[in-house]
């Protein structure tokens, strides 16, 4: 049964006690919107090291990095690294995006060394297997199932991309910029057949329901670029994606919708506001939203701004972007810088929803301020080491004693620190 | 006469016909709402290299980075590397908040060296020159004087501070965190008088509109921590603010007013509505704000976002902050980054507000990202050096060719490249 069926029947399982408690909630909370499917939590019933992670509207909003080498980059040591990073920071589900060599073993290694869930995208590594012209239904099926036999939490299948729906596409800016979603845009046009994923979807299903995969609904046709946001092709796709929502819960089986992409911020509200309508409320795992399209190598930034918004207005999980988004393969450096960006974007605005234990952290971090107590401020630091390094530098730089303990720092120096004169002012009770 | 005082007997000044020029719009556009003082033109008649620039809510958003040394940090030297570094990524405005040696000096040079408008907080030089216990009148007017008289566009004067706030600002967590601000409020405890720029108000617009000064109304009881957003401390100084601006209308003196500060994302929309009201729609210029408190290292990014809202909702200049805010005196690098962060943030808003002139250049850099144009997508980059030195960092560490004028990134190399497979879709017709 999977965590849907478990909480329908009113069981309290393990997972949803464990998400209950991480999210300040009852079991009982957690359970019943798993029951509707408006939370999920992937957890395959073959990924043993698992640390359960519930993910909905409702719940702390989650940030995902993605992972995985390319045809031309990166090695199993490298991912091996940025996986490690990747959790250190704080990433709540990871994705294994590799299309490069040695899927199969990179993803295994994933597993073992990551509590958080694993999520895939399929179509790499049938186009990887098999080359970008076979997507028969067997050979779909089988790496799908493979995959989840191997223990892989939730999955990006791109079935709501429908054949009518590319020529709408090919009027955009950019066309089509999801990997899945252009490579079978390719196959369906050539073929002149249906999407594959969408002819087989009552079997993949049944693969999800068997290990308790959850299916995020990918979104092959968001927009590349402001000018391509919000557009027919990409609501006509919502309409399917919403569709593919109820099957899933009818199934049993747990869903959550992807979504843009570039959007320009003021489009951002209603871009949520419609998912949630149009699927039924399944959590919406989005990419971004990247709100202006002129800042390569800040992507990390632009894309977290977006997504803060996002989540304000209702996204439950954010893909994370990195500073090497549109140039090339993200490095180590660059899962960090992302991963920061996106963590806090999700701060950001679960502090605004004031959702449960969120506030309390940055109320430590100013109290430590006030108390020049540097320490506690690096040990509550979303990046300790990274604030620790620039304080340490700005020391070197400057003819202050380089140590942590001083009551001021180099930006204003002890004559002219307003922290330091707050604190004597409320000393001699403001007399 | 200032640049108010010519509009309001409807002459079109060079410096109106310039702002008209760069924001696309007429120069009676920006005439009636100079003579409104809804748009300021900081404009020193004696800032002779000056490029004007014009800041009101409904034109481009601008951007001011903080330069100037302090008692332990920095060199002239420094400073001149980071006022250029400043001004070619893109800064509006800069402000010399030197605070340690040869104040008067550094500030001639940058005078000479910017032809963005230079802004400056003078109770720096009062106290770095007579010490913190003496704001005598005649020392206040003299050091005012000598910066008008040198040249300074703008001026920070925090002379809404009145002693009677300063008991609900010490309530808070963090106190008093400008430092114009806390060395007001202790030289006002300790001497039981009023705020003497308050004091001496009238003298102080009498030099303003001798040289064409802009006043920026300072915030010194702006929130320092999420905690102490949106209180009584700061809504008191905020209605003073207000009077104050209708005192420099009155006089013929252009004027805006500063805001916070920390303020969590959810209170951005109410505090830039409330200063519009009570200010009579006077120029905004906020710092950050700071939507979350516990990201120290990434406190650009962190202000980027609430500025980027604060801009949205109707600030007109945004100060940037630096990944050393809370941590140190900016260094060359750190003024690059809060530079790049706060014009994402502004170009966010004017995208979404479709201000003239904003989204071409986003359409322009996804045109040449279809046809992978590498140059002239690093052209139009906000950051060109960076998204150039990040692709090759990319090209370095994959095994693809190390040349630019490559039809895909090593994200996904060629075959997964969905812009490369869309434009082959295109090519064919869909078909």
Known sequence: MTQMEYARKGIITPQIRHVAEAELRTPEF???RVAAGTVVVPANINHKNLIPCGIGRELRTK????????????????EKSKLAIALHYGADTVMDLST??????IRQAMLEQSPAPLGTVPVYEIVARYGNSDFAKDKIISVIREQAEQGVDYMTIHAGLLRQYVPLALKRKLGIVSRGGAL??????ENKKENPFYEAFDEILEICRKYDVTLSLGDGLRPGCLADASDEAQFAELDTLGELVFRCREAGVQAMVEGPGHVPLDQIRENMERERKVCGDAPFYILGPVVIDCAPGYDHFVAGMGGMMGAYYGAAMLCYV???EHLGLPNADDVRRGVVAFKIAAHA???ALHKPGCRERDDAISDARALFDWNKQFELALDPEWARELRTQALEESSAPNQHGSEYCTMCGPDFCSVRLSARLKKSGGQ
């Not at 490069?100 to 073993?105: E, K, R």
């Not at 079978?184 to 046009?189: E, K, N």
């Open 322 to 324: 990195t500073p090497k």
């Open 184 to 189: 079978l845009a390719a196959w369906m046009q």
């Open 349 to 351: 605005a679960d502090v």
């Open 63 to 78: 940030i995902n990095a993605n992972l995985g080498n390319s045809t031309l980059s990166s090695c199993p040591g490298a």
């Open 30 to 32: 957690i359970a019943e």
């Open 100 to 105: 490069g060599g040695g899927i199969t073993s």
